[in-house]
């Protein structure tokens, strides 16, 4: 069974930063399309960020503040989240989409103003 696991969330005050991590098994490492996505309460899942085609994509509403990267010795993406906003909270997702959707459970992000 394929698992991406994510860690890192947490509570944090706005202007705060946090870091999320995902462990995802190597065979899948290199997937288009890797990257996290988020889901705020009572919105619908949405795209943050993303590695496609080698090259990093933020949504509108985090650039300049997110970064996601990636360490290939250890098959883990990262994002990297600064001056946090309370539009921030919400769980977030580390999946991959290309060739195969693989998503994992998330983890819990929560900015208080």
């Known amino acids: 069974q394929v698992q991406l696991v994510e860690s890192g969330g947490g509570w944090v005050q706005a202007g705060g930063s946090l870091r999320l991590s995902c462990v995802v098994p190597r065979a899948i490492f290199a997937y288009n399309a890797t990257g996290w996505s988020r889901q705020g309460p009572g919105n619908k899942r949405e795209l943050v960020a993303e590695?496609?085609?080698?090259?990093?994509n933020y949504a509108d509403s985090v650039k300049d503040r997110f970064t996601i990267s990636r360490d290939s010795a250890k098959n883990t993406i990262y994002l990297d989240m600064n001056n946090l906003e309370p539009e921030d909270t919400g769980i977030y997702f580390c999946h991959t989409r290309e060739p195969r959707q693989y998503w994992g459970l998330g983890t819990q992000v929560a900015v208080s103003s």
């Open positions: 590695f496609h085609d080698g090259r990093p």
